[in-house]
């Protein structure tokens, strides 16, 4: 079981944390995503990361803005967003999956409920 949460309504240029915790199953092994969802559109990868060695990919969109983390018991991961435009603006999903980062929606099996990230400008 994945818990989002850490969402919430910022301006422009404005930084939130993310929070994403595991429970119910040992994820050590796992590779943890975000992935967000803004009003119409589909929902697209931000970021994942490998859990067992720190390993991260980026979406070009996030680059140099966002960072991934985790805690040292791979129990939650946690995402830094800086420089928040509006176009962040999205419900944000943690999701996880055995194996290395991927993109796609789909190899991820695992999801957590959302949180609603509202940039302003």
């Known amino acids: 079981q994945l818990q989002a949460s850490g969402g919430g309504l910022v301006q422009a240029g404005d930084s939130l944390r993310l929070s994403c915790a595991a429970s119910?199953?040992?994820?050590?092994?796992?590779?943890m995503a975000w992935f967000r969802q803004a009003p119409g559109k589909e929902r697209e990868f931000v970021v994942g990361?490998?859990?067992?060695?720190?390993?991260?990919y980026y979406a070009d969109s996030v680059k140099a803005r966002f960072t991934v983390s985790r805690n040292s018991a791979n129990t939650s991961v946690y995402l830094q967003m800086n420089s928040l435009k509006p176009e962040d603006t999205a419900v944000y999903y943690c999701?996880?999956?055995?194996?290395?980062?991927?993109?796609?929606?789909?190899?991820?099996?695992?999801w957590g409920q959302g949180t609603l990230v509202t940039v302003s400008s």
């Open positions: 999701a996880a999956r055995w194996g290395g980062v991927v993109t796609l929606r789909s190899a991820y099996a695992y």
């Open positions: 119910g199953r040992t994820v050590g092994s796992y590779t």
């Open positions: 990361i490998m859990l067992v060695s720190g390993s991260t």
